[in-house]
């Protein structure tokens, strides 16, 4: 697939346009800015080396998600005990819902930009596992049944844990607002 | 009795993942379960707040250029052909590989008999079965096979009654009484 050097420079460039979206779930899962970089550009490399294993009738998104979250996984299994996750505390790295924000007036943008950062917020707090069930649904479009694989855990598992997830996220939003 | 669907349920339906049969089924549930509505709510609420945080996040512009150049540094590459398409065409490679075990198994020489002699006597002596010993086997083993499935017991040879060996009689002396006795 990636032996002709055209193709090559093709897919290195298709895998670079990943890049923002990779490293927007790799910052949410281990929560460092920096980690998360060095994850992305892991991620896509080793999505270039292995190229060859893909296999068309799947997603090629879902399948790069999936090299990211098992990357993420490692990490978060072999960090050191004072990288626990911290978004909360420092910067948007996530520019969370600036684009959405950036087209509305001033004060709805205000509105809608801090709820989004309370988003953030509560999907940071998360328990590990059960934000990255939703990150993994929600950002690498993976049906459940695909998550429960990655994952290694049954299905009824990750969907509970996507239902305490979601219903935690659902408690920030007033109920009249849909 | 609580007839209300499970949780998991609720979130295939939340998030589209549920076949049309079932979530039909939900929904005329909905329509009569004001706590399944509310948990539905609940669930919605979830992925709209999902929707307010953009999926993408910038990386830094020293990140990116390291991801270029590590990217660009890396070589094509491809895998052996036969990888290859036995990737694409997995049941022909499996189909492939059952012949030639099954031509190995086939064309491999008998395991041979071996005689060994009692006692101190020359070195034992190899045969090799024949092509057509191994025939007249197979031959001899399909008959049998025949008689036993058509159930014909009468077809079936009886085995004669043998004396056990008694304490004067070598082995050798032994044998040749116990082929006698099956010869007739």
């Known amino acids: ?178 | 009795m609580n007839t209300c669907p499970r949780e998991t349920d609720w979130v295939l339906y939340a998030t589209g993942e549920l076949d049309a049969v079932r979530a039909a089924e939900l929904r005329v549930h909905l329509a009569s379960c004001q706590a399944c509505t509310h948990q539905v709510a609940s669930l919605t609420r979830g992925l709209a707040a999902l929707e307010m945080i953009d999926r993408d996040a910038p990386m830094r512009a020293e990140a990116m250029d390291a991801l270029r150049r590590r990217l660009a540094a890396e070589p094509a590459r491809s895998q052996p052909t036969i990888l290859v398409l036995a990737r694409r065409w997995p049941w022909a490679a499996a189909a492939s590989i059952l012949l030639v075990v099954t031509l190995a198994w086939a064309l491999w020489p008998a395991t041979p008999t071996v005689e060994i002699a009692i006692g101190s006597g020359p070195k034992p002596v190899i045969h090799y079965p024949t092509d057509s010993a191994i025939q007249d086997k197979l031959t001899e083993m399909s008959i049998m096979v025949d008689i036993m499935e058509s159930n014909d017991r009468s077809a079936v040879p009886t085995v004669p009654a043998v004396a056990p060996r008694s304490q004067d009689m070598d082995l050798e002396e032994y044998y040749e009484y116990l082929n006698s006795q099956f010869d007739t």
């Open chain 1, 1 to 178: 697939m990636t032996g002709c050097p055209n193709q090559a420079d093709d897919a290195k460039t298709l895998l670079q346009s990943y890049a923002p979206r990779i490293y927007g779930l790799l910052v949410r899962l281990v929560g460092r800015p920096d980690v998360a970089e060095d994850l992305t550009q892991e991620t896509l490399l080793r999505a270039f080396r292995s190229l060859d294993t893909y296999r068309p009738q799947g997603k090629f998104q879902a399948w790069i998600f999936r090299i990211a979250v098992n990357l993420a996984r490692d990490w978060i299994r072999r960090r050191p005990r004072d990288s626990a996750v911290s978004l909360d505390d420092g910067p948007d790295p996530a520019g969370a819902g600036s684009a959405v924000a950036a087209e509305m007036p001033p004060d709805a943008a205000m509105t809608l930009a801090d709820r989004a950062k309370r988003v953030e917020s509560a999907l940071v707090r998360l328990p590990q596992a059960d934000r990255e069930v939703l990150l993994m649904r929600y950002y690498g479009d993976l049906p459940f049944k695909d998550i429960a694989r990655a994952t290694g855990e049954p299905l009824g598992t990750v969907l509970a844990r996507a239902h305490r997830a979601l219903a935690k996220l659902g408690d920030l939003i007033p109920e009249d607002e849909l």
